[in-house]
Nanobody
Framework: QGQLVESGGGLVQPGGSLNLSCATS????????MAWYRQTPGKQRELVAS???????YYKDSAKGRFTISRDNAKKSVYLQMNSLKLEDTGVYYC??????????????WGQGTQVTVSS
């Protein structure tokens, strides 16, 4: 029943910024920690940032000082503001509940993700 819709990605030059959005539905959003993950070809999906139900945040070391995760419980949405983007930030970004991702009858559920491409 849960749904995740990521948006906001795009093509950006190094040093640029993007703001990713994740709209959720079908869950009691406010009780869940949320997270952003990144997946690139040949690599495991990795945790980029997370935010607890009370607003505490965690960032992967490479994202510290550049990315900001936030949430809006009224809109049941989570955001990732990305500044000073680097080539290695390229990937498909997904949001999900944390630490346990949503599940459906087919297994762990992931939205379509949003592509972030940092290129000069």
């Amino acid at each position: 029943q849960g749904q995740l819709v990521e948006s906001g990605g795009g093509l950006v030059q190094p040093g640029g910024s993007l703001n990713l959005s994740c709209a959720t539905s079908g869950i009691v959003f406010s009780i869940y920690a949320m997270a952003w993950y990144r997946q690139t070809p040949g690599k495991q999906r990795e945790l980029v940032a997370s935010i607890t139900s009370s607003g505490g945040t965690y960032y992967k070391d490479s994202a510290k000082g550049r990315f900001t995760i936030s949430r809006d419980n009224a809109k049941k949405s989570v955001y990732l503001q990305m500044n000073s983007l680097k080539l290695e930030d390229t990937g498909v970004y997904y949001c999900n509940t944390f630490p346990d991702a949503l599940r459906d009858r087919r297994g762990t559920y992931w939205g379509q993700g949003t592509q972030v491409t940092v290129s000069s």
